[in-house]
């Protein structure tokens, strides 16, 4: 594409660190920002970007991808399931390899049973067409950006006029959890990276309470490495002016209003409930749960099935690291016990966790 | 996970586009899209789905700030 790459462009990048350095010379007082969206926190590791900043601003981790905020539960609800003879299970990759109490989908496929790794929601509907005689359950997890999208299959499917397509449903919304961060003495947050795509459908608005209630600076920036070093001096600026605004710096993409057509499509299939964190708890309402009036398209009720108990990873800091509370290298399992290639916790799993962006790019 | 990626309308079907990144080509519906599109617009595609379009305009203008900022000696 033909401007992307001049948002990769070193010598951009390099004044804006400049920029930065020039608005904290002097300041002794440092400042943290947190990131709250994995391909954030991808970009800022696969870039180095947190070698270009002065000592007083500092970058921390927030609870970014809606695969490691996934709690245990949901992953034994998802094995218990696709253990029925019946059953296909259809998902997104990353969600294949989070080990859940006792075992994964991983596991699971190589013990015979049906997963499919899809690239759309719309796929799984595609797969319960041409199989009627199964049970097609798709793993509906993911924030605002993928909520509006696992929407649409439904009303897909409802369209088709499907009766073997069902979504296990958790998804989450970002500004709740952020106000819980932002009320957290001990993190002292002065200014969010507000994700990008997940701003795409909702608007600004939603974080204008932080900004507010919390005067905490917030700037919607793309995931470019010009884009988040812009996007960081923009938030160093109002630091430093003792301002808290909602800004967009990637206006190229987000628009004031948001998406209302794929904010309609959340209206309507979905109703706001209570959703449990990993590492947070559960958060009031944090969630979307299908609305009663799809109620047969949801896995959760229309196909019961026991589940076992859910136990956590003895060792692992998920929790802590999704609260920005501890980094990667503070995880004794980290590097050793916990790869990629064998993740203990989920941060491990997606590209998209801290460890293992921590992990492949190095500190 | 809800990495979207910016790519090119090839062709725009009824309901649905054919986009390309990279020399990749995929579907992708407009069932979400509250903008209009037509054949070279560039738009954000997510798990299948067009969510934005990107506007050339403000991308121009983001990166004119951006060249504001850029000093000769920083270019090391
Ligand atoms: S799922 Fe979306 S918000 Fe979450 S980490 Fe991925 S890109 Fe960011
Ligand atoms: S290194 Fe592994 S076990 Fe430790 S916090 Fe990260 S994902 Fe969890």
């Known amino acids: ?363 | 996970m809800c990495l979207g990626v910016p790519m090119q309308v090839v062709s725009v079907g009824d309901g649905d586009i054919v986009a390309e990144i990279d020399g990749v080509r995929k579907e992708a519906s407009l069932m979400l899209l509250d903008e209009e599109v037509k054949e070279g617009d560039f738009v954000i595609v997510h798990a299948g789905f067009a969510i934005s379009r990107l506007d050339e305009e403000e991308a121009q203008e983001t990166l004119r700030l951006m060249r504001e900022v850029f000093k000769p000696e920083d270019m090391a």
Request: hydrophobic letters at 40%; glycine letters at 10%.
């Open chain 1, 1 to 363: 594409m033909k401007y992307q790459d001049e948002f990769r462009d070193r010598h951009v990048v390099l004044g804006l660190a400049a920029r930065i350095r020039e608005h904290v010379a002097g300041r002794t007082e440092p400042m943290t920002f947190m990131e709250v969206c994995g391909t954030h926190t991808m970009s800022i590791y696969q870039y180095g970007l947190r070698t270009l900043l002065p000592p007083q601003v500092r970058l921390i981790s927030g609870p970014g991808c809606p695969v490691c905020v996934t709690p245990n539960e949901y992953l034994d609800r998802a094995v218990a399931l696709c253990r029925l003879p019946d059953v296909i299970v259809a998902t997104f990759g990353d969600m294949v390899r989070v080990p859940g109490s006792t075992s994964s989908l991983q596991e699971e496929r190589a013990r015979g049973a049906d997963i499919r790794i899809v690239y759309s929601p719309l796929d799984a509907v595609a797969i319960a067409a041409r199989n009627p005689e199964k049970r097609v359950v798709f793993l509906g997890v993911g924030f605002e950006t993928t909520a509006p999208a696992i929407g649409g299959s439904i009303l897909a499917a409802k369209k088709q006029g499907l009766a073997n397509y069902f979504v296990l449903a958790a998804h989450k919304t970002m500004p709740k959890p952020m106000g819980v961060l932002s009320a957290d003495p001990e993190l002292k947050i002065d200014g969010y990276i507000c994700p990008a795509h997940v701003s795409t459908i909702t608007g600004p608005e939603i974080y204008r309470f932080l900004a507010e209630e919390f005067h905490i600076p917030c700037v919607i920036t793309g995931f470019e490495p010009a884009d988040v070093m812009q996007g960081v001096e923009m938030l160093v600026r109002q630091v430093v002016a003792g301002e808290s605004r909602v800004e967009t710096q990637y206006s190229r993409v987000v628009r004031p209003e948001g998406n209302r057509k794929a904010q309609e499509v959340i209206r309507e299939v979905f109703t706001p409930c209570d959703a449990p964190w990993r590492g947070i708890g559960v958060i009031p309402g944090s969630g979307l749960r299908i609305a009663d009036a799809y109620a047969v398209f949801d896995a959760e009720k229309a196909i019961p099935v026991a589940v076992e108990e859910t136990r956590e990873h003895a060792g692992c800091l998920c929790g802590e690291i999704l609260k920005g509370k501890a980094a990667p290298t503070d995880c004794p399992l980290f590097g050793g016990a916990c790869t990629p290639e064998s993740p203990v916790g989920a941060c491990m799993v997606s590209s998209e966790g801290t460890c293992a962006a921590a992990y492949k790019y190095g500190q």
